[in-house]
């Protein structure tokens, strides 16, 4: 039970101070460093060692770690695991401020798929990249996180829509500017904002000539939280899907004397807008990092045929007040373990074998597992797993932890599954063959 309490501790300091991919992917880096694993460079020769953890950040925001195995990649092969760092959310825009009736307002653009209501009446926060020009005019890069409640999105009155309560549509441009202050009508709103960001990088020790420019977020103060009379639940912004970066990490850290073959984790950020980048699932990060490992292309083939990915992005799990919404066989509980996702049109790439070997890696590790398969008359999401299957041909399982309100400012999941999912991972990894 100690074992469980320590976990959901650092997960929910993960997701705290995770505001932003960037900020997650600098977590993870200090825990890979923490841990003794050597951060690599692209732009250099690798010369890797068999047993010695690397790491390679690119953009900032997109992180692949691994363990050298002590077997050649091209006959035992890689256990890849997979998740992304980015979560829906409200982007700051370039030109952002407004003033209107006596306040100082910044537009904001909508970040994937979020569910917008919750975010009218939190505690807003910022956080980010900034990039600026220092005093020698050298273009610099920092992180920013305010931490504290500066921004707000108010709900308009019962008394001025007298149908709220009926279902009001959300306006992005019209009704989610977030208001940040009190302003007067002549104020410049053209230098507003960056002469605050300017300021806010001072005051951390920057020496900061110019703002640039910068890649901004809104999120929700309010720190993670057990809840429910036994706690049988956890409570969190970017459940979605740091958790499952989290449990990612600590089941390759769990690994330090591998059975021979190379574990490997990739966390992509844009996976919440279809993975098309550079550093997104669809570009070509992960493919050029095995490439390296393997060395050649006939040794590459070897190594993606024994390989096996895991992609870990969270389940929708059976709603007490919905139930309708889910297949009557296939309404995964919380508490009740790990998902295995699985759809005929390939919106998830498991197949039968990659969800039996799952399944045998829950039992290994004597924790329950659940499937999940979306209503015949409903659409599907879909995760990396397709997208990394298709691209590297690699057997894949998409797997996650149940959760209910997925892709709200606060979403929730039972307090045992991602403990669960950490051991199946871990046995995953210190599996002999797959």
């Known amino acids: 039970?100690?074992?469980?309490?320590?976990?959901?501790?650092?997960?929910?300091?993960?997701?705290?101070?995770?505001?932003?991919?960037?900020?997650?992917?600098?977590?993870?880096?200090?825990?890979?460093?923490?841990?003794?694993?050597?951060?690599?460079?692209?732009?250099?020769?690798?010369?890797?060692?068999?047993?010695?953890?690397?790491?390679?950040?690119?953009?900032?925001?997109?992180?692949?770690?691994?363990?050298?195995?002590?077997?050649?990649?091209?006959?035992?092969?890689?256990?890849?695991?997979?998740?992304?760092?980015d979560s829906p959310c409200l982007k700051v825009k370039p030109n952002a401020e407004i003033i209107r009736h006596g306040c100082l307002q910044l537009g904001v653009e909508v970040y994937g798929g979020a569910l917008l209501n919750p975010w009218?009446?939190?505690?807003?926060?910022?956080?980010?990249?900034?990039?600026?020009?220092?005093q020698e005019g050298r273009l610099r890069e920092a992180l920013l996180d305010l931490r504290t409640p500066l921004a707000v999105i108010p709900s308009l009155a019962i008394h001025l829509n007298r149908e709220a309560n009926k279902g009001?549509?959300?306006?992005?441009?019209?009704?989610?500017?977030?208001?940040?202050?009190?302003?007067k009508e002549d104020d410049q709103p053209s230098i507003a904002f960056r002469k605050m960001l300017a300021d806010w990088l001072q005051e951390s020790g920057h020496e900061v000539a110019e703002v640039v420019d910068y890649d901004l977020s809104f999120y929700d103060t309010q720190a993670p939280a057990l809840v429910g009379l036994k706690q049988e639940y956890l409570a969190s912004a970017r459940l979605d899907n740091l958790l499952s970066c989290y449990v990612g990490l600590e089941a390759l850290l769990a690994v330090d004397h591998p059975s021979g073959a190379t574990s490997l984790l990739v966390c992509n950020d844009h996976e919440e807008v279809g993975s098309a980048s550079a550093i997104g699932a669809e570009g070509p990060f992960l493919e050029s990092v095995l490439r390296r490992l393997a060395g050649d292309e006939v040794a590459y083939q070897r190594m993606i045929s024994h390989s096996l990915m895991?992609?870990?992005?969270?389940?929708?799990?059976?709603?007490?007040?919905?139930?309708?919404?889910?297949?009557?066989?296939?309404?995964?509980?919380?508490?009740?373990?790990?998902?295995?996702?699985?759809?005929?049109?390939?919106?998830?790439?498991?197949?039968?074998?990659?969800?039996?070997?799952?399944?045998?890696?829950?039992?290994?590790?004597?924790?329950p597992c659940q499937r999940f398969v979306v209503r015949s008359d409903m659409g599907c999401g879909s995760t990396i797993g397709p997208i990394t299957s298709t691209r590297l041909g690699v057997r894949v399982v998409d797997v996650g932890v149940p959760q209910w309100a997925m892709h709200s400012i606060r979403e929730t999941v039972g307090s045992q599954d991602s403990w669960y999912l950490a051991r199946a991972l871990v046995a995953f990894m210190s599996a002999e063959k797959v």
């Open 1 to 85: 039970m100690q074992q469980l309490e320590v976990f959901n501790q650092g997960l929910m300091s993960f997701l705290q101070f995770g505001s932003t991919p960037a900020h997650a992917v600098q977590i993870m880096q200090k825990q890979l460093l923490d841990a003794g694993f050597k951060q690599l460079s692209e732009v250099d020769a690798w010369q890797l060692q068999p047993g010695q953890g690397y790491f390679v950040i690119r953009g900032g925001k997109s992180i692949i770690a691994w363990r050298q195995g002590l077997q050649p990649v091209e006959d035992a092969g890689i256990r890849m695991l997979g998740a992304h760092t």
């Open 120 to 134: 009218f009446d939190r505690d807003l926060s910022l956080a980010g990249q900034v990039q600026y020009w220092d």
């Open 168 to 183: 009001m549509e959300v306006n992005p441009q019209k009704h989610l500017p977030v208001v940040l202050c009190q302003a």
């Open 310 to 367: 895991i992609s870990c992005d969270n389940a929708h799990a059976l709603h007490p007040n919905f139930p309708d919404r889910h297949d009557e066989n296939h309404g995964p509980r919380v508490n009740a373990g790990p998902v295995i996702k699985v759809n005929a049109n390939q919106r998830y790439a498991t197949t039968s074998e990659t969800s039996a070997l799952f399944a045998g890696f829950c039992k290994a590790a004597e924790v």
